[in-house]
């Protein structure tokens, strides 16, 4: 059974960092058969794609969005079943839920965006929340 868990969400200040982890079981993940994205979800708000990473099927690429290009980073672990999202000069907008969510097709990640409806298996989240 695929399962994704995210980790690594906390409490910080404006301006802090954190870095967070997505471990993947039950497969294994290799970029050329997958897509993988950070999302999160603010109260209130729709989830919303901030980074992805694929290769193979639609190239190589990793995509960030506007609001996070520059101070976050994200890239895979040593073991190839973890990816990591670095986060710094944090502000009180990033403050959400972060979900990272693969899609099995390894469609979803694109040079314009994120297509979040081709991701398919999501992990519970992980509470980011950064006060001022």
């Known amino acids: 059974q695929e399962q994704l868990v995210e980790s690594g969400g906390g409490l910080v200040q404006s301006g802090g960092s954190l870095r967070l982890s997505c471990t993947v079981s039950?497969?294994?993940?290799?970029?050329?058969?997958?897509?993988i994205g950070w999302f999160r979800q603010a109260p209130g708000k729709e989830r919303e794609g901030v980074v992805c990473?694929?290769?193979?099927?639609?190239?190589?690429?990793?995509f960030y969005g506007d609001s996070v290009k520059g101070r976050f980073t994200s890239t895979r672990g040593d073991a190839k079943n973890t990816v990591y999202l670095q986060m710094n000069s944090l502000k009180p907008e990033d403050t959400a839920v972060y979900y990272c969510?693969?899609?099995?097709?390894?469609?979803?990640?694109?040079?314009?965006?994120?297509?979040?409806?081709?991701?398919?298996?999501w992990g519970q989240g992980t509470q980011v929340t950064v006060s001022s």
């Open positions: 039950g497969f294994t993940l290799e970029l050329k058969y997958y897509a």
């Open positions: 969510a693969v899609a099995d097709s390894g469609y979803g990640c694109y040079d314009r965006g994120i297509n979040k409806a081709e991701f398919d298996v």
């Open positions: 990473m694929s290769s193979g099927v639609t190239g190589d690429r990793t």
